[in-house]
């Protein structure tokens, strides 16, 4: 304690997180210091609350420009942070709910998952989607969630971006692309993972426009939806799903590890603090 500062520091300010440009930026909320090195670029992309209403119109004339948040009221990047986010998580939506509604059927692959003789049978059986996860060994977890970090670390790197001659969505780039795999390792890859038959190079520009819509609506119904399986199958009233034949499922849907794999490190403590808190919050609920 002797070599302990005798006082306390304190804040000359308060910090801020933003931008930092040689030229001012009308597009910026006042008050905020910007600190980012690099500007957003000459792009045709959408940056600004106009085009996001221009654009609201084109996939929703009946709804029209929604925006709670007031997002088109913040920076160029904030919007395409926003946009790149609904593209992403509507994508995967239609495919997690394709996925859901084929294993809670019980579809499965008729080979075996692991050497140690675990087949897709096997964990089909558990019961549910959810439940299938939570039956499936943890070494199938941690391939399944490194190989979705890569794809994330891929599509968010400068390095990958530029090999598809694109920048960042935050930088003025693409909001949605994926930068391509094919050539770009040292082993074979035969596919890029978006459009692996390379079925959209051969559309016009307004076949791809209309192709960008119809995604992005159908990625915010299939968002709705798979949270309303979800919900469903947690008991919930969900009208139109809450009754369709699916299994309940009594784990918890956002915990990616279950007891099954307690040998993983700190999972032991991650499951008993989450029944703490489940207890805990029994006893609130109570009074």
Not at 70 to 75: A, L
Not at 85 to 114: C, D, N, S, Y
Not at 224 to 237: Q, T, V
Request: glycine share 10%; aromatic share 10%; hydrophobic share 40%.
């Amino acid at each position: 304690m002797a070599f302990g500062p005798t006082t306390v520091p304190t804040r000359t300010s308060t910090p801020t997180m933003a931008f930092k440009t040689d030229t001012p930026r009308p597009d910026l909320q006042a008050g905020l210091d910007f600190t980012y090195d690099k500007p957003w670029t000459s792009s045709s992309e959408i940056s600004d609350k106009a085009g996001l209403e221009a654009l609201a119109k084109k996939l929703n004339p009946i709804l029209g420009y929604w925006d709670p948040l007031n997002i088109g009221e913040t920076s160029k990047e904030n919007i395409a942070w926003f946009r790149h986010a609904e593209i992403k998580h509507g994508r995967v939506a239609m495919i997690a709910f394709v996925g859901h509604v084929v294993q809670a059927t019980g579809a499965h692959w008729p080979w075996a998952l692991t050497t140690s003789g675990v087949t897709h049978a096997d964990i089909s059986a558990a019961g549910g989607p959810a439940d299938q996860w939570d039956a499936l060994p943890s070494a199938s977890k941690l391939q399944i969630l490194i190989c979705v970090g890569f794809l994330e670390l891929w599509s968010e790197s400068h390095e990958a971006l530029a090999l598809g001659g694109q920048q960042h969505y935050v930088r003025g780039g693409k909001p949605g692309y994926f930068p391509p795999l094919k050539g770009n390792f040292p082993h074979p890859v035969p596919f890029n993972f978006f459009d692996p038959f390379n079925l959209s190079t051969k559309a016009t520009p307004e076949r791809k426009e209309q192709g960008l819509l119809a995604e992005i609506n159908n990625g915010r119904l299939a968002m709705l939806g798979i949270f309303g399986l979800c919900s469903a199958e947690k008991g919930l009233i969900v009208p139109g799903l809450d009754s369709l034949p699916f299994p309940k499922y009594s784990g918890e849907f956002m915990a990616p590890f279950a007891a099954g794999d307690s040998g993983l490190p700190f999972v032991s403590e991650m499951l008993t603090l989450r029944a703490e808190q489940i207890a805990r919050e029994a006893i609130f609920l109570a009074q």
